[in-house]
């Protein structure tokens, strides 16, 4: 079974909503999460790295203030696309790994921004 | 230049035959390289990792070339439900961390 699960699988929203996407290890402490964004035919780009208890880094030309990145426990790490609009409709996944251990992927959440 | 590189496809092939990826990639210090494949709007699924010695698990062989910054993925026997994208992988540094992928090359196969 799926030991990242992530939700909501797909959101539809109005331009200027809030949106929060949430990744939980199921059976495992992730100590460092990762949030991916794919837009259509292009590769997952790494946003942001998340580690337990502390501030997320962020890739170049992510926004910390659009995407607000919260890993408060060891099981669970949200994302908070603020204010949202179309050029932020996009397929985002996180993925967990505890320690050095190999990572596993949650399943994704497609949004789509109206 | 991107860092990984990869030839977007799609690749159309008949079920049976046999097909090779290639990917190359810009930092000559990256440490660990992977073959990942995704279905539409599904999350990767690790395949293989690749090393320099190169790799079989089935079907499936990987080649890793660091001189040349190469890698390939060798498809045999081609099924239908091979049809994916397959996205090359790589790390800058040691194990699982920050993984960066290429755009994926897309393999159809039809009957």
């Known amino acids: 079974g799926a030991v990242v699960s992530q939700h909501p699988s797909r959101v539809i929203c109005k331009s200027g909503t809030s949106v929060k996407i949430e990744c939980r290890s199921l059976?495992?402490?992730?100590?460092?999460m990762f949030w991916y964004r794919q837009f259509p035919k292009q590769s997952l780009m790494l946003m942001a790295t998340?580690?337990?208890?502390?501030?997320?880094?962020?890739e170049q030309g992510v926004e910390k203030d659009k995407f607000l990145i919260n890993h408060a426990s060891l099981t669970l790490s949200t994302l908070t696309v603020t204010s949202a609009h179309p050029e932020d409709s996009s397929f985002y996944i996180c993925?967990?790994?505890?320690?050095?251990?190999?990572?596993?992927f949650g399943s994704g959440t497609q949004l789509s921004v109206l | 230049r991107k860092e990984v590189e990869q030839d977007p496809g799609p690749f159309n092939v008949p079920e049976g035959a046999t097909v090779a990826f290639n990917c190359t990639y810009s930092?000559?210090?990256?440490?660990?390289f992977f073959w990942y494949r995704q279905d539409c709007r599904k999350e990767p699924k690790l395949l293989m990792s690749?090393?320099?010695s190169g790799n079989e698990d089935g079907r499936f062989t990987a080649q890793l070339n660091r001189a040349s910054q190469y890698i390939s993925l060798l498809i045999r026997d081609s099924k239908l439900s091979d049809s994916a994208t397959y996205l090359c992988?790589?790390?800058?540094?040691?194990?699982?961390?920050?993984?960066?992928f290429g755009a994926g090359t897309r393999l159809a196969v039809h009957p």
């Open positions: 998340s580690n337990e208890g502390s501030k997320a880094t962020y």
């Open positions: 930092n000559s210090a990256s440490q660990s």
């Open positions: 993925s967990a790994q505890q320690g050095s251990e190999k990572l596993f």
């Open positions: 690749v090393y320099s």
């Open positions: 059976d495992f402490q992730a100590t460092t």
């Open positions: 992988v790589v790390t800058p540094s040691g194990g699982y961390n920050k993984l960066i």
